[in-house]
């Protein structure tokens, strides 16, 4: 029998929050972009806004344990068009991510390698034999993961590789991980990665790095972005200095406002009281996955959502962590406002997941 999925049961609350932040990332794109070469971003935006609803809403479609029984299949594709970027892709600022497509477009294969791994995770996770999740059985998991993380890294593109460690982390503890093994784990990654970042890291990532630690070393080459952001976010004050009005901003200080530093020029023009507002907004979208995830009919639907949440809170905390100078930059783009097309489709096929793991409780 087929299934009838209503509208009624979408969780239009969730979709309800998503589109009043994609407005206000609309409305921060036309602002920064104001009278520049990329004046036109806002409305490719709305393009792609438009066109994450309506993957959305085919994702919405079709069970998501039909797309855990073919993830294999996605996992083997991912690996091959990760490794078609470095024939064919696109080089933009230093690094390969993009594959041309026609018509002018881009397509970012690890942007949605994500979904890949959430279902990936979610699959394997729910196949265990046990309640608590075993070294042995990790390990393998770990492995799964690192090989595209590997790919992406050689790209290179260290912020995107880093967003798929939380899909990871969150699968394994909700599986029973014991935590002396974390805390094992937590020790070894203490001890290891500074000695991997002095041979795996590009030299303007380890420049990035010291820039962290100390922006005025170099304050007109690796710490200018960090200066002049966190200068854009202190001149917001309470209420901001009103759309198109940022002097950082407008006066082109900021770097890309419209990209990874797009909070930064939202806080200048918005103010404390429009960080409040959407950072507040950005709680209420997790609170509404980790809602779906409590109710989910099976450990699979919990799995996808609670990975979904820990990827879009670990994107949230890591770019306003960077715009304030408390992170390294790393890249990461403000989920749903940074302009990109490929990020954005990419979320809007996230939340489409989540919506499919709740409707599926209606289907009998």
């Known amino acids: 029998m087929k299934e009838y999925l209503p509208a009624r049961d979408m969780d239009w609350p969730l979709i309800a929050i998503t589109i009043l932040i994609c407005g206000l990332g609309v409305l921060q794109i036309f602002s920064a972009t104001h009278g520049t070469i990329w004046q036109d971003a806002w409305w490719k935006q709305l393009f792609w806004i438009a ?20 993830v294999v299949g996605m996992y083997v594709i991912s690996l091959v068009l990760l490794a078609a970027v470095f024939l064919v892709g696109k080089q933009v600022f230093g690094s390969t991510r993009w594959i041309p497509l026609p018509l002018g477009f881009h397509f970012q294969v690890s942007e949605f390698v994500k979904l890949v791994i959430i279902l990936l995770v979610a699959r394997f996770m729910t196949e265990l034999k046990s309640d608590s999740l075993e070294v042995r059985d990790l390990l393998k998991i770990a492995a799964l993961v690192a090989i595209p993380m590997v790919l992406v890294l050689k790209e290179p593109d260290l912020g995107t590789a880093l967003t798929y460690l939380p899909i990871l982390a969150v699968g394994a503890l909700l599986a029973g991980l014991n935590w002396r093994y974390v ?84 806080a200048e023009e918005r ?15 997790l609170m509404q996955i980790v ?59 996230m939340l489409g997941l989540v919506n499919n793991v709740r409707l599926r409780r209606f289907v009998n």
């Open 291 to 349: 809602k779906n995830a409590q109710t989910a009919p099976d450990r699979a639907g919990m799995y996808i959502c609670m990975g979904i949440a820990a990827l879009l809170l670990f994107h949230v905390l890591v770019n306003v962590g960077m715009v304030v100078g408390r992170i390294p930059v790393t890249g990461i783009p403000l989920p749903l406002m940074s302009a990109g097309g490929s990020s954005m489709l990419s979320v809007f096929l």
């Open 183 to 266: 805390a094992a784990i937590a020790v070894v990654l203490v001890l290891v990665l500074p000695v991997a970042g002095l041979y795996f890291l590009k030299d303007y990532q380890k420049a990035r790095l010291v820039s962290f630690l100390d922006p005025d070393r170099d304050p007109r080459g690796t710490g200018y972005q960090v200066i002049q952001s966190k200068i854009a976010v202190g001149a917001g004050g309470m209420w901001g200095k009103g759309l198109t009005k940022g002097s950082q901003t407008q006066l082109r200080f900021l770097p890309v406002p419209h990209t990874d530093f797009i909070f930064s020029a939202f």
């Open 51 to 70: 066109a994450g609803l309506l993957l959305m809403w085919v994702v919405t479609a079709i069970d998501y344990h039909t797309l855990m029984a073919h």
């Open 271 to 285: 103010g404390f009281a429009g960080v409040v507002l959407v950072l507040a907004l950005y709680f209420m979208l």
